[in-house]
């Protein structure tokens, strides 16, 4: 089974200032795929950034970006310029690549950042 | 956009009682998911759907039914409710298939309480 570990319960950042979420994961499989979801606290999930396995390149979305090292297993995100609206809890999640019936999230524990004004 | 509507932002009940969750979604998506969120664990998959009337379960369904008997309605059942159910329920639904676009949606979450 597939497992996401998200070792910072909690980070803060200054505003304006860059901060990196760490998630490592295990699996076995050569493809899948990755996510981070923000939580803010009126606690709508909503898709920050998707990464394909296959795909080298890491993804970016405005000022969030991946650091994606497949051998390693580790997928983090790179918040740059960070914004009073960067506040939530963040989740990394993994995906197994597609089987009919078989497309559940693993999600990680969450790191709650708080952006420090 | 799509919405992934739950009935209830908040919900308590006494031990014991049968609790309905509600979901909705309006986007014709075949997937649907029902989750638990507990602080320091994440979101664990209680249930999830991929057609009417078809279920699967998740990690943790002990204690939990679900049913799907419209594409866009998917209800969690609590059929004895107990305080270690105590938490957030949240939903979410995603198209189904082989594309990284079938990302999940979610809705804003139910928080319950038992007593």
């Known amino acids: 089974a597939q497992t996401v570990t998200q070792s910072q319960p909690e980070m803060s950042v200054q505003e304006a200032e860059t901060v990196t979420l760490s998630c490592t994961y295990d699996?076995?499989?050569?493809?899948?795929?990755l996510f981070w979801y923000k939580q803010p606290p009126s606690r709508q999930m909503i898709l920050v950034i998707r990464?394909?396995?296959?795909?080298?390149q890491n993804a970016t979305e405005n000022r969030f970006s991946v650091n994606f090292q497949k051998a390693a297993k580790s997928f983090s995100l790179k918040i740059s310029d960070s914004q009073l609206g960067d506040a939530a809890m963040y989740f990394c999640?993994?995906?197994?690549?597609?089987?009919?019936?078989?497309?559940?999230?693993?999600f990680g524990t969450g790191t709650r950042l708080t952006i420090i004004p | 956009d799509v919405k992934v509507t739950q009935s209830s932002r908040y919900l308590v009940k006494r031990t014991g009682e049968k609790v309905f969750l509600e979901c909705v979604q309006d986007?014709?998506?075949?997937?649907m998911f029902w989750y638990r969120q507990d602080p320091g664990l994440g979101l664990r998959l209680i249930y999830f759907?991929?057609?009417?009337?078809?279920?699967e379960k998740g990690d943790i369904p002990e204690g939990y039914s679900v049913s799907r008997e419209k594409k866009e309605r998917f209800s969690l059942i609590l059929e004895s409710a107990s305080t270690n159910q105590t938490s957030m329920y949240l939903c979410?639904?995603?198209?189904?298939?082989?594309?990284?676009?079938?990302?999940?949606?979610f809705g804003a979450g139910t928080r319950l309480s038992v007593l």
């Open positions: 699996t076995s499989e050569s493809d899948y795929y």
């Open positions: 986007m014709d998506h075949e997937n």
């Open positions: 759907s991929y057609d009417v009337k078809m279920k």
């Open positions: 990464q394909e396995a296959y795909k080298q």
């Open positions: 979410a639904s995603s198209l189904q298939g082989s594309l990284a676009k079938n990302i999940q949606y």
């Open positions: 999640a993994y995906r197994t690549t597609w089987s009919f019936g078989n497309e559940k999230l693993t």
